[in-house]
């Protein structure tokens, strides 16, 4: 099984699919600035490429569910991996 001994490591990575996130803009006018910048200078949620990482604190594994604090997505967002 792939989550064995995973419960020992007090935080993980997931990379996960933003699968409702915009890809069309790469360039963008952020209210702070007011100045057009390309989407790789910014910190924006609108990406070209969805894939999205969070480093999360991990609370408990039941079976195959991860209990997680920390993570920033959707319910039903599509997982790509685990890391330690």
């Not at 419960?7 to 100045?35: C, E, K, N």
């Not at 480093?55 to 079976?63: K, M, S, T, W, Y």
Request: hydrophobic share 40%; net charge positive.
């Amino acid at each position: 099984m792939a989550l064995t001994n995973l419960a020992g490591h007090p935080r993980i990575q997931v990379l996960y699919w933003m699968h409702h996130a915009r890809r069309d803009l790469v360039l963008q006018t952020p209210f702070s600035s007011m100045q057009t910048t390309g989407t790789f200078a910014l910190r924006s949620p609108v990406r070209p490429n969805p894939i999205a990482s969070s480093i999360v604190r991990l609370i408990a594994i039941e079976g195959t569910t991860l209990q997680v604090r920390g993570l920033d997505c959707l319910d039903g967002t599509p997982l790509i991996d685990l890391s330690t």
